[in-house]
């Protein structure tokens, strides 16, 4: 009998782009955005999210940021709020210059971010995906990585599409290892454009990362070290501009910190802090002038710093021990910075501010009586400090109105709400009232400006991934909204209806470069001018006018007796209408 016909086997689908590969793996290893800024470097990708979408494939949502800088920093963002890095892709090398000011940010502030940008066309001719109009020409370098290699961690060259999966994975484990930080790789358009192998090495796209991050441990030895010190002493003092770790254990390591202060009764300077390592009205938090605890300390315990303060003006005395804690104790990244080290932790903050509280546990009996005395102590000279800072803060509110003013205006009309304040040169910390780990961001110390506002509607979108309700309030001065690119990020905020409380202090100069001309030169020429060289900013713009043409709220106020009706209504608009709402501050 003849054989029985048998249906013959579908045949097996095309293989995937590089460019779809690419976005398939993001998501597979936990991408959720991809912040994108589009050029003629990107119908590969482009077409990869359609042949991904087609094939059913689960991608990373795309989001168009019409300026690359605040597409870094809304990566930055993000993280701060979900301890998850995300990605941004940019246009070549001109894209990967605006993406510059927010990697050096999130580099020095150890955030990272999968950065990504094409790389124009290598062949002229005669292979798919070379070059078709004069930018594939002027926008070629002969190292552009460069524009970021002092920034990243790790950065690389797309050569092979079968490449992609491994690369995602040793990017995104590179980044997430101790001290974290952004990594970067160039994608070729023809490299793009060719087929990918469904299975690699490590199997298929959406298999389990073959990389973990590395974590950092402290030596038992120098641990213990640390413990005799500060067990020790009379006087410890702690800073911690970086707070008590950041990402998942953010959480964690605030609490940790928070049972160690109050086991030891340890004083923490807030000087120019970035986050909170304790809430700002706690009794040992004993606000951010260094000079009187840094020259009569035993002991400083530093916790992740950058410079935890000023060699210039203050000084800790001789035989003061110091310990330096934290992913990168010694902040290598930074060529001179020459602060005492007699005992040096290398490890993720949270975990060594626990392991340091353990070895620190059984000698706590031995000194309760110094303790306590210490607490009373540093608890009296704590609220004396917060009731000037307050008083002063309240006087400010004529017309013009000072900074600290706004910010006890502020810290009342969120009172009782879970509230994140990110400050970029506008209201000062130390007039808040603010209780939770992720209640304080200030702008990275490496002073890219521009970075509170995208960095808040960032955080903003995390929060609606994640199902948190948070009112996040972005604070800066009429220089940094500026240099925001304002009309791209309330573009952003009114596309992705992203709800968030924006202050911009206005005071139509570069205040802190005044403060530093005088600083320097308290008596000189520029400090007697009727107005100082390059530092007005006057006609000021009418921010109000901005914020409207994207259709959000938007007031300016110029009297104090005015503002605390204003964020009120403000804060109203955020929370029930579910939109950006902008108030422009006349300050002094």
């Not at 023809?190 to 469904?198: S, T």
């Not at 951010?288 to 009569?296: C, F, I, K, N, T």
Request: one cysteine or more; charged letters at 20%.
């Amino acid at each position: 009998m003849p054989a029985t016909p048998t249906a013959s086997a579908a045949p097996p689908a095309p293989a995937l782009t590089a460019g779809g590969a690419l976005l398939a793996r993001l998501k597979a290893v936990g991408v959720d955005w991809i912040f994108a800024n589009s050029g003629t470097d990107f119908p590969p990708i482009i077409e990869g999210l359609a042949e991904a979408q087609a094939r059913g494939l689960a991608l990373p949502q795309a989001l168009v940021v019409p300026h690359e800088g605040a597409g870094v920093a809304m990566a930055h963002g993000y993280w701060l709020a979900s301890g998850r890095a995300q990605a941004v892709m940019a246009h070549t090398n001109v894209g990967l210059a605006n993406c510059a000011i927010g990697a050096i940010n999130a580099a020095l502030e150890q955030i990272p971010v999968l950065l990504f940008s094409g790389r124009t066309p290598t062949t002229e001719q005669g292979r798919f995906g070379a070059r078709t109009v004069p930018i594939g020409w002027g926008q070629e370098m002969r190292d552009q990585a460069a524009l970021v290699r002092e920034a990243t961690k790790w950065d690389y060259e797309l050569r092979f599409p079968e490449q992609v999966p491994e690369l995602v994975d040793r990017m995104l484990a590179i980044a997430n290892s101790s001290p974290r930080g952004p990594v970067y790789m160039s994608l070729p358009r023809e490299v793009l454009c060719q087929p990918c192998p469904a299975d690699g090495p490590g199997g298929g796209l959406d298999a389990p990362p073959t990389m973990r991050p590395a974590r950092a441990a402290p030596d038992p030895g120098a641990l213990a070290e640390a413990a005799r010190i500060l067990a020790a002493a009379e006087r410890p003092v702690v800073f911690a501009q970086r707070g008590a770790g950041g990402g998942p254990a953010a959480a964690a390591g605030f609490a940790a910190f928070g049972a160690l202060a109050e086991a030891w009764a340890l004083p923490l300077v807030t000087w120019w802090a970035l986050r909170l390592a304790l809430p700002t009205a706690h009794p040992l938090s004993v606000g951010d002038d260094p000079l009187p605890w840094l020259a009569e300390a035993d002991a400083v315990l530093v916790l992740d710093s950058l410079a935890p303060w000023s060699p210039d003006l203050h000084a800790p005395p001789p035989g003061c021990k110091v310990i330096q804690l934290g992913p990168d104790p010694l902040q290598a990244r930074v060529p001179v910075r020459n602060f005492r080290a007699d005992v040096t932790l290398a490890c993720d903050t949270a975990a060594g501010i626990a392991a340091l509280a353990e070895v620190l546990a059984p000698h706590r009996a031995a000194r309760s009586e110094a303790i306590e005395a210490r607490r009373a102590r540093v608890a009296g000279r704590s609220a004396e400090t917060r009731r000037k800072a307050l008083a002063a803060a309240s006087a400010g509110g004529g017309r013009p109105m000072t900074k600290a003013f706004v910010a006890r205006c502020l810290s009342e009309a969120i009172r009782g709400r879970h509230a994140t304040v990110l400050s970029e040169l506008g209201c000062p910390l130390a007039p808040l009232d603010l209780a939770g780990h992720d209640g304080w961001y200030q702008e990275p110390h490496s002073g890219g400006l521009g970075w509170s506002f995208p960095a808040a509607l960032g955080m903003a979108l995390a929060d609606r991934q994640e199902g948190n309700r948070r009112l996040v309030v972005a604070t800066l001065g009429d220089g940094s909204y500026m240099f925001a690119n304002p009309v791209a990020c309330h573009q952003v905020a009114e596309a992705q209806a992203l709800p968030i409380l924006l202050l911009v202090l206005n005071n139509a100069e570069w205040g802190a470069v005044r403060q530093s001309v005088l600083g320097l030169y308290p008596d000189g020429q520029a400090a007697r001018a009727n107005a100082m060289p390059l530092t007005s900013l006057a006609p000021s713009p009418d921010f109000v006018k901005i914020a409207e043409a994207s259709r959000a709220w938007a007031r300016r106020v110029e009297d104090g007796a005015d503002l605390p009706a204003v964020l009120a209504e403000a804060i109203g608009v955020v929370e029930r209408e579910g939109r950006l709402a902008l108030v422009e501050v006349g300050v002094g």
